[in-house]
Structure formats: C-alpha cells, structure tokens
C-alpha cells in the first residue's frame, strides 16, 4: 500500500507518523517495462519532499492494519457480526444481524466495502420510497481480475534491491491483456500484484456471475498465465509466488464506480461503500481516510444528535468531498488505462 502528502500529515497529527514510517520505504520513481523487461519509460517525483515535506511511502497492509487497529480500545470492536439490514425507528437507526442481535445508536457510518451491507439496505429503503437515482442501482463497473501477495523473507543476495533502503517500484505491461508489478518493502519482502484485463463488458459480466466460485483454490487458475512471467529484480515470478503463503494471496475484482448517493436520514457512507477506485493511482485507500477525517470533522461541529443536525453534518461531508473523490477516480480511471 502506498500513501503520500494528501494523508500523512493525518498521522503526523494523531502521532502515528514515525511508527508507519518505522516499517515503510520510500520511493520517488517507478518504471514501466514490457514484457521482456525493456524500459518503457519512468514516471518519477523527485522533488515531491522539498516542494511538499513527505516522500511517497510504500508498506505491508497487514502491519498498517495492526498500526489502526492498536488505536481503538477493545471495548469498542465488536468482531464475527453479519449486518443484513438497516432500518430507522423515531430517533434511532438499527442494524438488524445475521445471529438475530439488533445494534442500535445515532448514526450509522457505512464503510463495509464496494458491497456494503449498509449502502445495499438503505438503498433498498430509498427505491422503494421512489427517491433513488436509476445510476446507483447500476452494476460497478469491472476492468481487471487481480490477485495480489505478499513473500516471506528473502535472500537479499538473490534479490539486490532488498539491499536499498527505498522501494524499487515497477510495472510491467505484459501481451494478451496481462500485466504484473513487483516492489520491494521491510523485512526482505517483496510486494506483487497479477492483472487480468477483461476482454469486453460481456467477459467481466461472467465473471461477476462467477464471483461465488472464488476461493483459495481459485488463485492456482491464474497463477499459471503468470508462472513464468520474469521478475525486473530476477527470476520469475512464479518464484515469488512459491515463496508466498496462501494465505497471504488474495484475488478479488478490481471495480470503479462513483455513486451519487452518499447519505440519507442517520446513515452515511464512506470509502468503497460510496465510491469505489481501481489502485492504479494507489487512490482508493487515501480517499476513504479523507472520507474519514473529513466526516469526523463535520460530526465534531455538531450541537446535537437531532436529524437536522445529522443532516447538515452529512451534507457538509459530502459538499466537501464527491467532487475531489470524481476527480480521483477519473485518474485512477485513465492511469489503469
């Protein structure tokens, strides 16, 4: 995962910044290869930490999961629950569970994913009421299978650039729709990522049908288009992939989608609940945490928990923050391109 200036100065706040920057590299390059490693060409930013104050970092998920998640007093998580739907009584909004146990409080924030839970019943709610645009009943829009994995420890001999203390980030456009990346991080490990472009709408539409058959056996599928596909640090990638746990490969549908309705009532959506980025532009994590900070911010100001209150708080949100999100997602839209 990568973050830059438009998030750190957040955790430089919330004194978190020297922690993350503890198992993170910095990186101010990547280059883009063909599939026989010529170079394509480069795109960097070298002078992104004198105009800006922060160099562009790059880090393991797992350890800035652990990072968030030692924040929130463990009073506070309640862990193994299924929300099937929402609903708003007087006062109230509920989240109704899958064990029969019923949630309730003031608001409610969705940011469960690109298939919330939450959005999908308050939408149910809105379109039966008439008041939901046609746009965001549409299908997310699919562009590429991904799989994604990160190794064990490896021999810094075999892989030099484990020896630099900054990540040597690449991209390689494959033939046949097919395109990889990998990108060295702490601890002698190597990030990786496998693209699968769709063909046309009717390719991605079976997928999407397919969605149900996905499950850890599912990776060795495409694990064989990219066996023997070369690595830019050496090697093939199948190299990489043999010294990654399975539990440590994850494939999912890389989706796009911007809807138009954010909130209603005391109910608000952020992250992929509301728009839903492709990781090109490396966008979609650092608009849900601007999602967050501006939310956090506007529900701060407010002088009461009454619905008029709750409403100026989300619209202020969401003034705020639909316009920078289209703008964002248009450039993960063309930097996938």
Known sequence: MSVSVNIMPVFEQLGLLDELLSFSVWYNYSTIYD?????????????????????????ARPQFHDLLMRQIPASKLTLGKRVLRTEEKEDKVLIHCSDNSTYAGDILI??????????QSLYKRLDEQGILPKSDLENLELGYNCMV?????????????????????????GKQRLSWGVVNITNNQICWILLNQFDDADAAAEQRFRNSEWGPESTEVMVKDFRDCLNPYGGTVGELIDATPKE??????????????????????????????????????????????????????????????????????????????????????????
């Not at 026989?36 to 562009?56: A, F, H, R, S």
């Open 35 to 59: 599939n026989k490693l010529g170079v394509i060409g480069t795109v960097g930013w070298k002078e992104q930490k004198q105009i800006c104050g922060y160099d562009k970092i790059l880090f």
């Open 110 to 119: 969705g940011a469960d994913g690109a298939y919330s839970s939450v959005r």
């Open 149 to 173: 994995g990160m190794t064990d420890p490896l021999d810094p001999e075999k892989y030099k650039e484990l020896k630099d203390n900054y990540a040597h980030y690449t991209a390689i456009l």
């Open 248 to 337: 440590r490969r994850s494939k999912v549908f890389l989706e796009e989608k911007l809807f138009e309705t954010w909130h209603h009532g005391r109910t608000a959506l952020i992250g992929d609940a509301a728009h839903k980025m492709i990781p090109a532009a490396a966008q979609g994590a650092i608009n849900a945490m601007q999602d967050a900070v501006i939310l956090a911010n506007c529900l701060y100001d407010m002088p009461d928990t009454s619905a008029k209150s709750i409403h100026a708080a989300f619209q202020d949100y969401f003034d705020q923050r639909y316009e920078h999100a289209k703008v964002q997602l248009d450039i993960s839209k063309v930097m996938g391109k």
